[in-house]
């Protein structure tokens, strides 16, 4: 039997922007006996056609260890890329109105 514990699904652009962009996380309890679990779970990104869904299941302890460690170093990616972006985003303003 496989139960739902997580689904999320959510547009990444804002409503005025418009397209495609989403994010779809699910993760699912497909067996559980004793201290065995198999658990499915998938992130999912997609963007003007494009798409790529990153596996994070566990099976097994190397498994749990893997998946974990991919969501924190994931995390990790995404915020250092928001704080690169958002830096050159401020020079251009910068720049933008050092030129008027």
């Known amino acids: 039997m496989s139960d739902r514990v997580y689904y ?7 409503e005025d922007y418009g397209g495609s962009a989403i994010i779809e996380a699910n ?12 658990v499915d779970a998938e992130f999912s990104i997609a963007d003007c056609g494009r798409m790529i869904t990153l596996d994070f299941s566990v099976s097994n302890e190397e498994s749990r260890e893997n998946a974990l460690l ?3 170093r994931l ?3 995404v915020n250092e ?3 690169a972006l958002r830096g050159q ?8 109105k050092a030129a008027r």
């Open 27 to 38: 993760v699912h309890e497909v067996y559980s006996s004793g201290e065995y679990i198999n």
């Open 75 to 77: 995390k990790s990616a």
């Open 8 to 14: 999320k699904r959510q547009f990444l652009n804002s």
């Open 81 to 83: 890329f928001e704080v």
């Open 70 to 72: 991919k969501i924190r």
């Open 89 to 96: 985003l401020d020079a251009w303003e910068r720049r933008k």
